[in-house]
T-cell receptor, first 112, second 113 residues
Framework: DAKTTQPTSMDCAEGRAANLPCNHSTISGNEYVYWYRQIHSQGPQYIIHGLKNNETNEMASLIITEDRKSSTLILPHATLRDTAVYYCIVRPLSGSARQLTFGSGTQLTVLP | DAGVIQSPRHEVTEMGQEVTLRCKPISGHNSLFWYRQTMMRGLELLIYFNNNVPIDDSGMPEDRFSAKMPNASFSTLKIQPSEPRDSAVYFC???????????FGNGTRLTVT
């Protein structure tokens, strides 16, 4: 029973913003939205997480809708090295590690 | 910061042999996780430790799998005897606490023939 829905794949031109959507319509009030990515032949890499406010760090921005039923991860200036599978995950901050469930993710391909 | 270090990067073995995968977590991290990734099943959590103590091993597929964490800087995942269906990439991850973001190693690609 998937808690998030993401497009299977997306393309983005190098230098442009990559906007990766995620639907989590059944999210609970205590659940955070986490984003990880996995570059080919590497382990997953944490990107960002948030509860309800928009968040920004050196890697990306996370925009969460007011009803919290969806979010968008934004890579402001995508590079070829951003080509990866991006996972959107919802889990309580104080929940079990088993609740950090990786689905199928979105394969983002940044095109030159 | 060297990150999470896993060894070996690749392991090829014959069915029935014992396989030991190794992991060195980031210094100061109190939680350690073992995951398995296959095309069919994606990333699955096998077991995790808090302060060297196994907390949840419900993801360990069979008794052939065992994991230990003798100290804060080392963990092993052992498969004995190995089977072809164990072929996968095994990732180790660590975090400051069980709820902090995870830092993953680059995995061990296991092939059992």
């Amino acid at each position: 029973d998937a808690k998030t829905t993401q497009p299977t794949s997306m393309d983005c031109a190098e230098g442009r913003a990559a906007n990766l959507p995620c639907n989590h319509s059944t999210i609970s009030g205590n659940e955070y939205v986490y984003w990880y990515r996995q570059i080919h032949s590497q382990g997953p890499q944490y990107i960002i997480h948030g509860l309800k406010n928009n968040e920004t760090n050196e890697m990306a921005s996370l925009i969460i809708t007011e009803d919290r039923k969806s979010s968008t991860l934004i890579l402001p200036h995508a590079t070829l090295r951003d080509t990866a599978v991006y996972y959107c995950i919802v889990r309580p901050l104080s929940g079990s590690a088993r609740q950090l469930t990786f689905g199928s993710g979105t394969q983002l391909t940044v095109l030159p | 910061d060297a990150g999470v270090i896993q060894s070996p990067r690749h392991e090829v073995t014959e069915m029935g042999q014992e396989v030991t995968l190794r992991c060195k977590p980031i210094s100061g991290h109190n939680s350690l996780f073992w995951y398995r990734q296959t095309m069919m099943r994606g990333l699955e959590l096998l077991i995790y430790f808090n302060n060297n103590v196994p907390i949840d091993d419900s993801g360990m597929p069979e008794d052939r799998f065992s994991a230990k964490m003798p100290n804060a800087s080392f963990s092993t995942l052992k498969i004995q005897p190995s089977e072809p269906r164990d072929s996968a990439v095994y990732f180790c991850a660590s975090s400051i606490t069980g709820n902090s973001p995870l830092h993953f190693g680059n995995g061990t690609r296991l092939t059992v023939t």
